[in-house]
């Protein structure tokens, strides 16, 4: 069953991707982690969290936040992987990523 994602940000722009059984089969859950951490510390992302603890859904929204709309909007292929790695992780048939109210929806 293909999966959907998306990405919504404050400005009301929304980024739709549907992430086939294949396409899903071919990203093991370690590697969608490996994904988040490298763009997590590329993008030089700071814990919401006071502790420092990072949770698989903070990494989701503020990679998307850091990286931003024109990322998502100039770089198709970034995006494609954003939304395969999250609907790996995730686990869900759709999934709203709210950027702007920064929260995850199933």
């Known amino acids: 069953m293909a999966r959907t994602l998306t990405v919504v940000f404050g400005t009301g722009k929304e980024f739709g991707f549907t992430i086939g059984d294949a396409e899903l089969a071919a990203v ?4 969608g982690w490996r994904w988040f951490d490298r763009e997590y510390a590329e993008l030089d992302c700071q814990a ?37 790695h999250a609907a790996r992780l995730l686990d869900r048939d759709k999934v709203r990523v709210d950027v ?7």
């Open 28 to 31: 093991t859950e370690d590697a």
């Open 48 to 84: 919401s969290s006071p502790v420092g603890k990072v949770l698989v859904i903070d990494k989701i929204l503020s990679v998307a936040k850091f990286s931003g709309e024109p990322r998502f909007s100039g770089d198709a292929a970034w995006a494609q992987d954003y939304a395969r």
């Open 100 to 106: 702007g109210n920064a929260a995850i929806s199933f």
